[in-house]
């Protein structure tokens, strides 16, 4: 499956030829603050089988973990693209609104739902995390 993605001003675009190892929805802080309140959604992609095209900012901030986060995003529309972690490099963190409709993928599990908002509605059909779930396993490839 190949899944392709584009920011809102289309200035930057991605083509990912693999299937994500996991799909969440994650209600840390961080993530309320750039989702705009509620929580992001995340299909987590082995990062070579990304390909982007256009001009990317970033952000990167120490997490409690003490790993740096990375956020990447378009300088001209503000469209978030993926997240890196430090401890994590072989791994970007695709929001799943960047990627085109049509593309089927859901997630499966809700992390850091001990920082949801107490208005939250989280799916009890998807597996849950207080916190911080363990890392998925690394691709063989
Ligand atoms: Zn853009
Ligand atoms: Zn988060």
Not at 13 to 24: C, D, G, N
Not at 57 to 79: R, V
């Amino acid at each position: 499956m190949t899944y392709h993605g584009e920011c809102a001003c289309g200035a930057v675009s991605a083509t990912i030829e693999a299937e994500p190892v996991t799909v969440r929805q994650c209600w840390c802080s961080d993530c309320q603050r750039i989702s705009g309140g509620g929580a992001t959604h995340n299909a987590i992609f082995p990062a070579s089988a990304v390909t982007l095209s256009g001009q990317l900012a970033s952000h990167g901030h120490q997490a409690a973990s003490g790993n740096t986060l990375t956020k990447y995003f378009c300088p001209t529309c503000g469209t978030p693209v993926f997240a890196t972690s430090s401890a994590r490099l072989q791994f970007r963190t695709f929001r799943l609104g960047f990627l085109d409709a049509g593309h089927g993928l859901k997630p499966s599990a809700a992390i850091w739902t001990d920082s949801a908002p107490d208005w939250a509605v989280i799916d009890p059909a998807l597996e849950h995390f207080a916190g911080q779930p363990p890392a998925p396993a690394i691709p063989q490839d």
